[in-house]
């Protein structure tokens, strides 16, 4: 069983559409990020959230915003897309309240905008 | 700033052979983790050192860290083709187990050649 799951796995769209990508993890953990990897492979935190707190990486756009049905989910819905976004994204989980916790990633979203 | 920068940026070796591959960050940290990730695939965590550790090994693998020098190295040793991937240090923000996402490097792109 995928442990990190995303869908779309490939998501091509035009400049100004609005688009969402979403996340299911099966491990229990109580904590879910998004990273985008530009095309160097460079990984960036987005944001990371629990059902105590969301934190936002203050570079992230608020054309993105995380929307989290139950603990075992984190879309990200994306507005106005822009050139720029495209991207690959991941999203992870791990397990809060122990420092140092692995976590675990999905395969990724790759973005295209046209 | 950017928080944990690997050299070199690409290592290409002959199977069998080890490789080392470093790590450089520049604020205090409780732990450095270390990620492979196969093309088109997410993220795995391949193993974690502490602050008050100075080496660790698993399986082929062999950290260290040196706080000092806000430093670490990865060796693989007796490569195989299998281990072709791009490798990435990360470090928290955080001190504790909260929800606070990894800081990565740019990676290292390791091709071992059969």
């Known amino acids: 069983d995928t442990a990190v799951s995303q869908t779309p796995k490939y998501l091509v769209t035009q400049m100004g559409n609005d688009k969402s990508i979403k996340c299911e993890q099966n491990?229990?953990?109580?904590?879910m990020y998004w990273y985008k990897q530009d095309s160097k492979k460079f990984l960036k935190i987005m944001f990371s959230?629990?059902?105590?707190?969301?934190?936002i990486n203050e570079t992230v756009p608020n054309r993105f915003s995380p929307k989290s049905p139950d603990k075992a989910h984190l879309n990200l819905h994306i507005n106005s897309l822009e050139l720029g976004d495209s991207a690959v994204y991941f999203c992870a989980s791990s397990q809060s309240g122990v420092a140092g916790q692995p976590q675990h990633f999905g395969d990724g979203t790759r973005l295209s905008i046209l | 700033s950017q928080q944990g920068e690997e050299d070199p940026q690409a290592l290409s070796i002959q199977e069998g052979e080890n490789a080392t591959m470093n790590c450089s960050y520049k604020?205090?940290?409780?732990?450095l983790q270390w990620y492979r990730q196969n093309s088109g695939r997410g993220l795995v965590h391949l193993i974690l050192i502490r602050s008050n550790e100075r080496e660790k090994h698993s399986g082929r693998l062999r950290v260290t860290l040196d706080t000092s020098k806000k430093s670490s190295s990865l060796l693989i040793t007796a490569s195989r083709a299998a281990d072709t991937a791009s490798y990435f240090c990360?470090?928290?923000?955080?001190?504790?187990?909260?929800?606070?996402?990894?800081?990565f490097g740019k990676g290292t792109h390791l091709i071992i050649q059969p």
């Open positions: 491990l229990g953990h109580d904590t």
């Open positions: 604020t205090s940290i409780n732990n």
């Open positions: 990360a470090t928290r923000k955080g001190s504790g187990g909260g929800a606070d996402g990894l800081t």
């Open positions: 959230y629990n059902n105590k707190e969301l934190i």
